[in-house]
Structure formats: C-alpha cells, structure tokens
C-alpha cells in the first residue's frame, strides 16, 4: 500500500500556511559549519531556493516517490519513505545561502517528530530547528544561519507508514555577486545522435571507424547515440576511443537489426591491444546470429541484450586478452574462444565456451560451475553489492542521466523485470564539459552544485578536480580523456557519500604527479555502506600517447567503495615508455576499509600493481602482468625478496577475500629474471584466495611460486605457457 492521503487542491502562499502546533522549536545556537551571524553584505528578499534542486533520501517507497518529486513544485507529486522511523529528505541548493524558512507540505503520512538540519559539505550536519510535536498539514519553520544542504532529519513518524511530503520548500537568500554557470546545452560535435529517419548512418559510423580504428594513441574522442527504435541493416564497427550507446531507459527501447562488431584486422588478427571502447544499452539481432566482441582490457558491454549468440575472438581466432560484460542478456551462448581471462558481472547467458585461463563469474544466470583448476571456470552465484553505471537517456524530449540504485547480492540484470530502480535526473542539473574548459571552471560548476557530464575530447588540467558534494555524478561520454599539467592530481573526491565517477580516462602527464585520483582524503573514516563512491569504466594510463609519471596511480580512502571494472595501466608500448620514462611505482592502493572491486585490471608497475592496506577488502577477478620492461633482477629486487607481488594484501589485516585472480610475466628484456611469487598476504584465518594462477609468457621470466611459498614454479613449464595454479589459500 502506498497511497494514503490526496494532494492539496491548490498551492497556499507561504505567509499564509499555519504554523506547526508544535511543543518546541529549538534552533541551535551551535557554530561549526553555521554561521549564526546576520549577513554583513547586501541580500535580496528570501526566496524559494529548493525547486528544481538536486534531492535525494535516506529511502523511498518505491519509484513513483522519488526525492526529486517533493522539489519539484508539483503539489500532486510526493517523496514517501519506507514505513519506518529515521528517514531523511535532503536538497542541494547549489551554493551556500543564509537560510530564513522551511514550508513542509506533508501528506498524510506526517512526521511527528523531525529536525531541519543544514551542512556546508553534505557530511557535517548541525540542526537549525526541531519539531518536537507535529500534527500533519502544513508546517511553516523558522531557520537561522547558513548552509548549502538542507535536510528533513524525521525521528518520529506521526502513523504506521513512513514520512511523506508534497512540497519540501527552502527559502534564504544567496549571494549572487558571482557568475552562475548555467546547466545543460549541447552535447558538442562528437557527440553523434541518429534517430530512425537519420540518414546514412552506416556512412557516419564507416567514416568513424576509418578515423578511429588502429588510432590507439590517437586525439579522436566519438560517442553514438541511438535514439529509442529500430534500426535496420547496420554494422557499427566500434574503434578506439568509441562509444555505442541506446539512449532508452531500457536495452528493448532500442534495437538494431545489425551488428556491434569489434574485429582485430588493423592488428593482423591479434586482439590483445583492442583497449578503450564501450557498448551499452542497446538490443542486437546479429546478422548471422552471432555478434562479434573481440576486445582486451578498458572495453564495457553494459546493458546489452544480444538476440543470438557472442563471439570474443577475433576472425581467425587470433589471441585476446581479456574484458568485461556487466547487467546484459545474450540468448545464445558466448564463444570464449582464445580470450586469455573474462570477468562477467549480474547477467543473463545461454552458455559459456572455453576457459584458457582465468574466467570468473558472479551474479551470472547460465554461468559454468566452478571447475578451477580445469576448466578455469570460477563462479559466485551473487555478486556482494553492486550498483550499475550512470547513464544519458531520453526521457521524451529531454535528456536525463539514469542512476541506477545499489543491489545487494544480486543476480541476472537490473532491467530483466521491466523499468530498472534508480533516479533520474535532468541534464541542466549537469554541467556539460566540453574541449577547453578549465579545471577552474570544472570546480566553479562542481562548487555550484552541478554534476558533471564530459563529452569526448582532451582535456588539460592545471589544478586538481575536486568532487567535495555527496551524491555527485562525473560521466564521461566516448572516453572523454583528463590530463594533469605540472604534476598535479587529477581528481580527488571527498570522503562523502555516494559519487558515482564513470565512463572516462585519466592519462598521466610528463611531469610525476603523486596520485592521479584519490577517492577519499588520507584518514577517511566516514560510513558509506548505505551508499558507496563507486568508479566504473574508469580507466588510468601513464605513458603510451606521451611520456607520463605517477607515483601512484589510484589511491583509494574511503570506506565501502566500489571499484568496478578499472584497468591501471603502464604503458609497454607506443610513445613515451621505458623502465624510467614512464615511470610508475604502484598502480590501486586501497586504505580503507569494506572495499569491494569487481572486474581489477592493473598492470607492469615498477613495483607493487595492488597494495591492500584497508579491512574486509574484497576481489572479484583480478588480471595482471608485470612490467614487460624491467631491466634486470637487480631493478625489481624488493629487500631479499625476488619481484615485487601483482596483488599484496598488508600484513596487518586480517580480514580479506579474492577470486578469480591471474598474474602473467613476460621479461622480454632480461627473460632470466625470476619472481619470488605473484601474490603476497598474511597466512591468517580471515584472509582467503579462490583460484589463482601465475603463467610465464613463453618463459619469459617466471614464478617460484604463486602465493608466498605456495604453488608450483613455473619454471619446469619451460616456453610451453602453462599455468600454475592454487585452488585456495591458505
């Protein structure tokens, strides 16, 4: 049941609402945050600031009842909670103001008790007033001091379902000497957008690709976006640097009767170097029953419903290496073939075919059994948590971003019942980022309350990106690509609730910058378990277009982030590469605690490519490979350790899970060197690997073993590539 009151019949002017027959209104005197003082400067009448804001909740009763509809001046649109106490609604208002009054319009389904708080930053709360005895209807509050962040804190509800309000109304004043950056826009010029009636969109997807195939270091940024319907007759030839997307709220809103075909001819067959590209949300009927996908690391198939089967090799069946299928249906079965190690997350398949290596599954309606060691079949009937990319779509004429909601030990897709759960939330709400713009101007748009939404380009930034609010979202379309200037950390996030950072590159510059993005400041202790940071699609490159440098590639602070599906990489080939050129010591360091990563490719640091520092960490499918270039076994000795380990876990945790992990060596500078092991952690009951393996590449350097002192050499495998495995450990 969630209907239990009726809309008000007509919008009441706020002087004229009564005012809660409450035992106490109590606004607290406490500073911090809140400045109490009057304003000094000039200020313009209060008005309403909250319309139209970004909102969001502690929880709702379900997608009718969305955050945004108890701000969006509709009197016959509500928020409601779940049915229990401690709920909260809460709206952004895009810039600090001094607040003056609160109007809530409550629907049946009141709040008896409640505190109107307010925040700078969406973290550190103080309360401005309390409601100690509401009665329903309308309540009109005094506030005093300042914030950007205005929260309904409900304790007590006044009946047996949850809270619920019509209008939720902030009114203050701002400070508007400053220039306001305005929301929305275009999406810029490669940004291609085709509905049905486009003409020759097979010939814009063609020249495309001519552009973009074998351009792997190249400036070409491109996005394609089908509008909702049916598209006929196409092959769209996916390149680097591309992106295919439906613009439907589902994957059925968008068909074509074609092909999303990734192949490896630019490269004499050989898939292993097909990187950056993306498909997503769209159904497939392949031409001869069976789409083709040839890719290796940084390439996301998400949302994707395939009518008829999914080949991963390329023509030929030459070599790939490696990739990654989130949230999608293939109705036939998906042909591994030579595909060295897959991750596939929350989906739905007919079938699976061949493991060479390292194959892992959670969440996967139709999986293979684990089967580890042979076949390399590791499987997890859920996934832990998870929480879909972000995502532009349609709604009508407008466009709006898609934030799909957290899921807990799921299986199959989040759309297989119809309308997938989450929020939406309109493009002027982003800031639209195009070739030129400044960081100063990105953090102006960030500091304003927008999110951001990169359309594909290069972008040079002097000064680091900062994400200070809670629940911020920073897509990219068509690998839009972020490179610091004079060392500086690409971005950082704040230790806040919920940014969703997805669908980009970070490309180190020449000059060594600490950290290329932090999620969480040094010491972040927050709790986000109810909503996470999660990085999707993000991937990080140093060296390969240019020179880079990064000490550490990503660090990770905060708690309950989700990692899911990276890959960290440093160059071993195009420009700008050598073991001191591009160097880099450590690719993901992860410090804080409840981490979960799902889909982990990082690879040839000069030392550590993972460090696990924080608690109750977890790893679904890990791919690795050492750095190619490593001079000598002087360069990588560690202490009287031989080689520096693909994945090591602190010695002082304790608690600590992983699945699916492969680390491969191919010393093809000095094929003499020997690493001590792949993986390293503390032999401790609460620290627990499934399926690992270590594999030289035709005996290109190799392994004693594959966990601290446990598992074969591979040595005794001569050039013969074949792997040594640990079923479990300890």
Request: glycine share 12%; aromatic share 10%; net charge negative.
């Amino acid at each position: 049941m969630s209907s239990v009151g009726s809309p008000p019949v007509h919008r009441r002017p706020a002087q004229n609402v009564r005012r809660a027959t409450v035992g106490a209104l109590v606004a607290s005197l406490a500073g911090g945050l809140l400045a109490l003082a009057p304003a000094t400067t000039a200020q313009a009448a209060p008005t309403l600031l909250s319309q139209g804001k970004t909102a969001t909740a502690s929880s709702t009763e379900g997608g009718p009842f969305a955050a945004s509809a108890a701000v969006d001046g509709d009197f016959g649109t509500r928020w409601a909670s779940q049915w229990s106490d401690d709920q909260w609604l809460q709206v952004d208002l895009g810039r600090s103001a001094t607040l003056s009054s609160a109007t809530l319009n409550w629907e049946a389904a009141y709040g008896k008790s409640y505190r109107i708080q307010a925040s700078e930053n969406g973290t550190d709360w103080r309360t401005v007033t309390t409601v100690t005895a509401g009665d329903g209807g309308t309540d009109d509050v005094t506030l005093s001091g300042t914030g950007r962040y205005v929260r309904m804190s409900g304790v007590t509800r006044g009946t047996g379902y949850g809270f619920s309000l019509w209008e939720f109304q902030v009114y203050g004043t701002t400070d508007t000497t400053g220039p306001v950056l305005p929301g929305g826009g275009d999406l810029g010029p490669n940004v291609h957008v085709f509905d049905p009636s486009t003409p020759n969109i097979q010939g814009k997807l063609d020249q495309v690709f001519q552009e973009q195939e074998s351009a792997q270091f190249g400036s070409g940024r491109h996005a394609f976006l089908f509008k909702p319907g049916t598209y006929n007759n196409l092959n769209a030839q996916i390149g680097f640097y591309t992106q295919i997307a439906g613009l439907g709220l589902r994957p059925g809103d968008t068909t074509i009767n074609g092909d999303v075909t990734v192949d490896a001819g630019w490269f004499n067959g050989n898939a292993t170097q097909n990187f950056w590209r993306g498909a997503e949300g769209l159904t497939l009927n392949p031409v001869n029953g069976t789409n083709r996908w040839a890719v290796s690391q940084a390439s996301s198939f998400r949302r994707m419903h395939v009518k008829g089967g999914l080949n991963l090799a390329p023509n030929g069946y030459g070599w790939a290496s490696g990739g990654y299928i989130a949230d999608s249906k293939i109705d036939g079965q998906v042909g591994n073939y030579s595909q060295q190690q897959w991750y596939t997350r929350e989906s739905s398949i007919g079938g699976w075919s061949n493991s060479v290596w390292n194959q892992t599954f959670s969440g996967v309606e139709g999986a293979p059994a684990t089967s580890f060691p042979e076949p390399r079949y590791t499987t997890l009937d859920t996934t832990p948590i998870s929480r879909e990319k972000p995502y532009l779509y349609l709604d009508g004429n407008e466009y709006k971003v898609f934030a799909p909601a957290k899921r807990t030990n799921a299986r199959g897709t989040s759309w297989a019942n119809g309308t997938p759960q989450g929020e939406s939330i309109p493009l002027n709400q982003f800031y639209v980022v195009k070739p030129g713009a400044t960081a100063a101007t990105i953090n102006q748009a960030l500091a304003q309350g927008l999110h951001l939404l990169f359309t594909p380009g290069v972008y040079h930034v002097d000064r680091t990106i900062d994400v200070n609010r809670a629940n911020t979202i920073v897509l990219g379309l068509g690998l839009a690509t972020i490179v610091p200037d004079n060392g500086v950390t690409a971005m950082k996030v704040a230790d806040v609730d919920g940014v969703r950072l997805a669908g980009f590159l970070i490309d180190a510059g020449p000059v060594n910058s600490p950290t290329l993005l932090e999620i969480g400041p040094q010491g972040a202790g927050a709790d986000h378990a109810a909503n996470p940071t999660t990085v999707q699609d993000v991937y990080i490159r140093i060296g390969g277009a240019h020179v880079g440098k990064a000490t550490t590639s990503m660090v990770v602070n905060s708690d309950d982030a989700i990692i899911d599906h990276t890959w960290v990489w440093r160059a071993d080939h195009g420009e700008g590469w050598g073991w001191e050129t591009n160097r880099a010591d450590y690719g993901v360091r992860v410090n804080g605690d409840d981490v979960l990563a799902t889909g982990l490719f990082v690879e040839h640091f000069n030392k550590y490519d993972v460090e696990w520092y924080g608690e109750r960490g977890r790893t679904i499918f890990y791919q690795n490979e050492k750095a190619y270039d490593a001079p000598n076994q002087a360069a990588i000795q560690n202490g009287s350790t031989k080689g520096y380990a693909a994945y090591r876990v602190d010695d002082s945790v304790n608690t600590h899970e992983a699945w699916g992990l492969g680390s491969y060596c191919n010393y093809n500078v000095d094929p003499t060197i020997v690493q001590d092991h792949g993986f390293k952690a503390p032999v401790k009951p609460g620290v627990k690997f499934h399926s690992l393996l270590v594999v030289s590449l035709g005996g290109m350097g190799h392994y004693n073993h594959v966990i601290n002192d446990t598992g074969a050499s591979t040595i005794p495998a001569g050039t013969s590539t074949v792997p040594s495995t640990v079923v479990s450990f300890p």
